[in-house]
C-alpha cells in the first residue's frame, strides 16, 4: 500500500514539459533528381505542417534557394485548399500577376489564382517560360497539386541555364542576332479570340497596350486582329546575372502542331493566316530541323515527378521552363503569378 502511496504523490507531482521540434525536424531538403542534382525538394516530416506557416519563418533561405536552384518543390505539407496555397504565395510575393496577352485558356478561379492550361488531356504541353514571348513576364510562378490525375499529368521543368548551356552554337548565334517573330492571328472560332487574349472588348484598349509593348498590330476586318512581335531569344537575369534561353520560337511554330491538327489548319487557312506562328526576326522561315534540336535539348534537360495531392511548385520563371505531359482521369493543377518584369 506505502508503495502505491508513493507512485500516485509520485505520479501527481510530474509537471507536463514544452517538447522543442525544430525546422530541421519539421522539414528536410533533398533533390528531386540525383543525377541532375536539380530541383530542390522541401519535404515536411511531421504531419499537418502548415507551408505558410513554415515558410515564414525561411524566407531569406528560401528566396536564396530560389535564385541558386530555379526551382523548389514542397511536399507533403498541409496545403489541402486554395486558401492555404494563396496563403503561401502571398507570403512569398503580396501582389499577384492577373494572366494577360493570353496565350492559352485558364480560369480564374479565386483572385489571380488560375487553373493551369485547359488543353485536351490527350496532348503534352512542351518545355517554355511563361509568357517569354511578351515584352513583360512574371518573374515567379507556381503550381498547386489539388487533384493528381489518375495516370501521367505531371509537370515536367527544366534549368533554362543549362538548355542555353546545351544548344548547338551556330543555332544559337542564329537566333541570338536575328531574334524571334511572333505572329498572332485572332479571328472567331480558332485559338483565342482577342477579346479574351487582351480581356477587354475595346479595340483602342488593345491598341494602346500593343502600342506599349512594342507589337505591331493590324485590324483585317471587325473580328480578325493580327499581330506581330519580334522578342530576343536569351535573356539576362536581372538578380543572377546569368544568360538563360528564353523564347517561344518551338512553341508558337507550326511544327509544334500534332501532324493531323497541322494538316487541318493548312487545308483551311494559308500559313500567314494561322492563329500563331514563329519566323527568324526578319521575317525569314524558321528551320523546323532548328526547333526539333530545340525540342530534344528540352526534352534530355527535363526532370519528371509524378503528382502528389498537396504538392507546391515554386519556380523562378527565368531559371526554369514547365510543361505538362498527356494525362487521363481527372487532374486539378492551379497557377499563381507576380512579380512583373521587363528587360529594357
Partial sequence: MQHEEFLHRRFTSLKPKT????????????????EKAWPLVVEANVVGVDLAEWAAGHLQDLQARLLKTG???????????????KKFVHLISPELL???????????VS????????????ECITLHNESAYSA???????????????????????????????????????????????????SDGVDLPWQTVFQTTDRRAVEDYC??????????????????QIRPAIATHPV???????????????????????????????ETELPRNSYYGDGSALEESVLDEIREVYRESAVTSPWQQGDVLMLDNMLAAHGRMSFTGP?????????????G
Fill in 71 to 85: 526551382a523548389i518543390l514542397f511536399r507533403n505539407f498541409e496545403v489541402d485548399s486554395i486558401d492555404k496555397f
Fill in 111 to 122: 483572385g489571380e489564382i488560375y487553373t493551369a492550361t485547359e488543353y485536351p488531356a490527350d
Fill in 211 to 228: 502600342r506599349s509593348a512594342s507589337i505591331e498590330f493590324e485590324w483585317k476586318d471587325a473580328t480578325h486582329l493580327r499581330t506581330r
Fill in 331 to 343: 487532374r486539378k493543377v492551379l497557377v499563381a503569378m507576380a512579380e512583373s518584369y521587363r528587360q
Fill in 240 to 270: 543572377t546575372g546569368e544568360t538563360v534561353w528564353f523564347n517561344q520560337a518551338h512553341l508558337f511554330h507550326v511544327s509544334s502542331l500534332a501532324p493531323a491538327l497541322r494538316e487541318s489548319l493548312l487545308s483551311l487557312v494559308e
Fill in 19 to 34: 517538447i522543442s521540434i525544430s525546422a530541421q525536424t519539421l522539414a528536410q531538403m533533398t533533390v528531386l533528381d540525383s
Fill in 136 to 186: 513583360n513576364w512574371p518573374m515567379k510562378i507556381w503550381f498547386y497539386c489539388a487533384q493528381p490525375a489518375v495516370q501521367g499529368g505531371e509537370t515536367p521543368i527544366a534549368d533554362s541555364r543549362k538548355v542555353f548551356e546545351q544548344i548547338e552554337p551556330k543555332i544559337k548565334e542564329r537566333l541570338i542576332e536575328k531574334k524571334v517573330m511572333y505572329v498572332r492571328n485572332y
Fill in 98 to 108: 492577373e494572366y494577360n496577352e493570353r496565350s492559352t485558356p485558364r480560369t480564374e
